[in-house]
């Protein structure tokens, strides 16, 4: 029954394609698809003669650049922030030590 019911969609789908909505010659008003073509060739040509590609590709370079100088900014700020932490990290062993020293002297003298 469902092979049955599955051939029958397929047939329908077959038999009701757009290829054969239009009757006719093709290249009359009267022709939908005709007309459609019509219509996307003048929407293209009318892109083009705007320059909307162009407009289109220089604000997406402009995009590129804005992100690499994001990048680069980036970047930068985290070296900066390396070198900082290097420097407190290399203070706070230093604080360390002395702090050592202190104890050791203070355990000496308590002595």
Not at 25 to 45: K, R, W, Y
Not at 49 to 57: C, D, R
Not at 58 to 72: F, H, N, T, V, Y
Request: hydrophobic share 50%.
């Amino acid at each position: 029954m469902s092979a049955m019911r599955y051939l029958a969609t397929l047939t329908a789908l077959f038999a009701a394609s757009p290829a054969l909505a239009a009757s006719g010659p093709f290249f009359s008003l009267g022709n939908t698809d005709f007309v459609v073509l019509l219509g996307f060739l003048l929407f293209i040509g009318v892109l083009f003669y705007f320059k909307v590609p162009s407009l289109i590709g220089a604000q997406l370079d402009k995009r590129a650049d804005g992100i690499k100088s994001e990048l680069d900014e980036a970047r930068a700020l985290r070296e900066e922030a390396q070198a900082l932490l290097a420097s407190y990290e290399r203070k706070q062993k230093e604080v360390q030590e002395q702090a050592d020293r202190i104890i050791l002297h203070a355990k000496q003298e308590a002595t």
